[in-house]
T-cell receptor
């Protein structure tokens, strides 16, 4: 299947700093990528849909100025958590949709665990 | 209203036995897709199986099969011959309103934690 990478896998930062998370599709082009947030033992919550060459579409309740998304190319989307606070600590997962895939399915990155001190 | 419902927070199954994980959904879109993902403790989401709303037959992938009952709006995952490595969180997800290259977002259920006992 298609491979999606995420970097970093784990990050610890101080409150007030910004953190950038990268999501790359390694062997396919992804016009659409998705960013999710997951709390322990909970479901994935979609934060935003990232489309290459256009602005991201944020889900209701997600602060677009706090969670900046940039889909710079067909293989790279970035999520920047600005002025991070302890409540932003979470597991962030990206996915990329492979339109050439058998089911047009989303392939997920391994996730980034963010801890804000 | 919850669009995807998984009513079993946790399930136990004996190794080598079969287990069914429940999933019900709600949509008015005639074209939709249903997915099951496995999430082990490492956190990665592993795609297991897909069922399209227009598919006539239930999907199967190795030990995984999907019991698709369209009228009841249910898409239960059946795992046959459970293995210790099947212990993980399992998520049902729905994709609706997909048109062309845009959209296609997934809505996830709450998840079911499956534990396989030796």
């Amino acid at each position: 299947g298609a491979v999606v990478s995420q970097h970093p896998s784990r990050v610890i930062c101080k409150s007030g700093t910004s953190v950038k998370i990268e999501c790359r599709s390694l062997d396919f082009q992804a016009t659409t990528m998705f960013w999710y947030r997951q709390f322990p033992k909970k479901s994935l919550m979609l934060m935003a849909t990232s489309n290459e060459g256009s602005k991201a579409t944020y889900e209701q309740g997600v602060e677009k100025d706090k969670f900046l998304i940039n889909h710079a190319s067909l293989t790279l989307s970035t999520l920047t958590v600005t002025s991070a606070h302890p409540e932003d600590s979470s597991f962030y997962i990206c996915s990329a949709r492979d339109i050439q895939g058998a089911y047009n399915e989303q392939f997920f990155g391994p996730g980034t665990r963010l801890t804000v001190l | 209203a919850q669009k995807i419902t998984q009513t079993q927070p946790g399930m136990f199954v004996q190794e080598k036995e079969a287990v069914t994980l429940d999933c019900t959904y709600d949509t008015s879109d005639p074209s939709y897709g249903l997915f099951w993902y496995k999430q082990p403790s490492s956190g990665e989401m592993i795609f297991l199986i897909y069922q399209g709303s227009y598919d006539q037959q239930n999907a199967t992938e190795g030990r995984y099969s999907l019991n698709f009952q369209k009228a009841r709006k249910s898409a239960n995952l059946v795992i046959s011959a459970s293995q210790l490595g099947d212990s993980a969180m399992y998520f049902c997800a729905m994709r609706e309103g997909y048109r062309g290259n845009q959209g296609g977002k997934l809505i996830f259920g709450q998840g079911t934690e499956l534990s396989v006992k030796p």
